[in-house]
């Protein structure tokens, strides 16, 4: 059976983090932390994370041409992942984010995009003839948003399946939102998209009633250890997960987006790929880090068994 084929086209940072007791407040030091520095980016560890879970990956980004951008490159061809849609950027640095950890996996993220910011329509046109090939194309906001939509337009015309992780939260335009076969927030995301505040089942399903107007044909919000709300239409269906002790969510929805893709791409049925991307999430939330939490097929039936 041929891998299935995806194109992701997004964002890639180096991750500096440090994990502690607690976050600190404005204007406060908490001592006495653990730091690691790892491969991130939401483009970035959704092409990782699909990758290992079996799929042929194109990435579409703008990385630095320093040190940064050089060993992120490395790494995506280590992971198997197609760069040649990778431009080194000689005017920018490449993305960095600081990331707090606090002991309950909770974190906070500020970035300096440098490169990522640099991501144009042109670069998405460029690696067209990747995404006629692709089965499915994944997008997040970490980029221009001119070029976010050009991706989904594309993907659409080429007769892809669009998946859009809208993170980090922000309006989305209906032009935007009617090439989205898949849109997956989170509860935030969601509220912000649909000034719905989700405190019932009910207003779940008002909510993505209405990102449905708007255009998306499937609505998936995630809910951390809860599992995900999958709606197509009707009343909605909840998509449970496995528990687990969360050591950092960092890439957790990053899992869940590249996993999705993955089952999407091989013809899962849209409960059951649901499902496996909550096992990659649930996964990815057990580990330190960005990309080194992603995890593997293997690892996945592991945690499910």
Same mark, same amino acid.
């Given at each position: 059976?041929?891998?299935?084929?995806?194109?992701?086209?997004?964002s890639?940072?180096?991750?500096?983090?440090?994990?502690?007791?607690?976050?600190?407040?404005?204007?406060?030091?908490?001592?006495?932390?653990?730091?690691?520095?790892?491969?991130g980016?939401?483009?970035?560890?959704q092409?990782?994370?699909?990758?290992?879970?079996?799929?042929?990956?194109?990435?579409?980004a703008?990385?630095?041409?320093?040190?940064?951008?050089?060993?992120?490159?490395?790494?995506?061809?280590?992971?198997?992942?197609?760069?040649?849609?990778?431009?080194k950027?000689?005017?920018?640095?490449?993305g960095?984010?600081?990331?707090?950890?606090?002991?309950?996996?909770?974190?906070?993220?500020?970035?300096?995009?440098?490169?990522?910011?640099?991501?144009?329509?042109?670069?998405v046109?460029?690696?067209?003839?990747?995404?006629?090939?692709?089965?499915?194309?994944?997008?997040?906001?970490?980029?221009?948003?001119?070029?976010?939509?050009?991706?989904?337009?594309?993907?659409?015309?080429?007769?892809?399946?669009?998946?859009?992780?809208?993170?980090?939260?922000?309006s989305?335009?209906?032009r935007?939102?009617?090439?989205?076969?898949? %849109?997956?927030p989170n509860?935030?995301? #969601?509220? &912000?998209?649909?000034?719905?505040? +989700?405190?019932?089942? /009910? !207003?779940?399903? @008002?909510?993505?009633?209405?990102?449905?107007r708007?255009?998306?044909?499937?609505?998936?919000?995630t809910?951390?250890?809860?599992?995900?709300?999958?709606?197509?239409?009707?009343?909605?269906?909840?998509?449970?997960?496995?528990?687990?002790?969360?050591?950092?969510?960092?890439?957790?929805?990053?899992a869940?987006?590249?996993?999705?893709?993955?089952?999407?791409?091989?013809?899962?049925?849209?409960?059951?790929?649901?499902?496996?991307?909550? %096992?990659?999430?649930?996964?990815?939330? #057990?580990? &330190?880090?960005?990309?080194?939490? +992603?995890?593997?097929? /293997? !690892?996945?039936? @592991?945690?499910?068994?």
């Amino acid at each position: 059976m041929k891998k299935p084929r995806i194109v992701v086209v997004g964002s890639s940072n180096t991750d500096m983090v440090v994990k502690s007791s607690r976050i600190p407040a404005p204007g406060e030091t908490v001592l006495g932390g653990e730091f690691v520095m790892a491969a991130g980016g939401k483009g970035a560890n959704q092409a990782v994370a699909a990758a290992r879970l079996g799929g042929d990956v194109c990435f579409v980004a703008r990385v630095g041409d320093d040190l940064f951008g050089r060993t992120a490159i490395e790494n995506f061809r280590q992971e198997g992942i197609s760069v040649d849609y990778v431009t080194k950027d000689p005017r920018k640095p490449s993305g960095v984010a600081l990331i707090l950890v606090d002991e309950h996996g909770e974190n906070i993220i500020s970035v300096a995009p440098g490169a990522n910011a640099e991501l144009s329509p042109d670069d998405v046109r460029r690696a067209r003839p990747a995404i006629e090939q692709a089965d499915v194309v994944v997008i997040q906001l970490e980029v221009p948003l001119e070029t976010v939509a050009e991706a989904a337009r594309v993907g659409a015309e080429s007769g892809a399946r669009v998946i859009l992780n809208p993170a980090p939260a922000q309006s989305l335009d209906n032009r935007l939102l009617r090439h989205v076969t898949v %849109l997956t927030p989170n509860e935030t995301e #969601t509220e &912000l998209l649909t000034s719905v505040t +989700l405190r019932s089942p /009910a !207003e779940r399903v @008002e909510a993505a009633q209405e990102l449905r107007r708007r255009g998306v044909q499937t609505v998936v919000i995630t809910l951390g250890g809860s599992g995900s709300f999958l709606f197509t239409g009707g009343i909605g269906v909840m998509v449970p997960t496995v528990k687990i002790q969360p050591v950092d969510t960092t890439a957790a929805g990053d899992a869940f987006n590249g996993a999705l893709a993955v089952a999407l791409a091989e013809g899962q049925e849209l409960e059951r790929a649901v499902q496996f991307a909550n %096992l990659a999430g649930a996964f990815a939330a #057990t580990r &330190l880090g960005a990309q080194p939490s +992603l995890p593997r097929r /293997a !690892e996945l039936r @592991e945690l499910e068994a």
